[in-house]
């Protein structure tokens, strides 16, 4: 199983990302795809449940997350998403900690159903 707070998961196409990318690997754009999740989320052999939460009022939402496009590629893919988007919250420690409990539950079910 698989789960994250605010993730950048499409970090080819965003700021962040392409700062990162080009300082560790070059301007090669085509070796960025093997380090971005929404990339690489369609060609995934194993089908594990994700869950990712998401501020609505997160600053960062629409400029450098991007979850909506992560979403897109799981549907695509035919690939188990649980996409939470929040009212209310940003990307703030308090975020993360109203939530905490809902990820491990999550973590929790995905190993007990592996047996």
Known sequence: S??????IVAPT???????AFS???GEDRAQWRAYDATELVAS?????????????????LETQLKPGLFATACEQAGHPLTLRLQPGYDHSYYFIATFIGDH????????????
Request: charge should be negative; charged fraction near 20%.
């Open 2 to 7: 698989v789960s994250a707070f605010s993730p």
């Open 104 to 115: 491990i539950a999550h973590h929790v079910g995905a190993l007990s159903s592996a047996g």
């Open 23 to 25: 300082a560790y690997l």
């Open 44 to 60: 995934a052999t194993k089908r594990l449940p994700i869950l990712i939460d998401q501020g609505e009022a997160d600053e960062f």
């Open 13 to 19: 196409q965003c700021p962040w990302g392409e700062k």
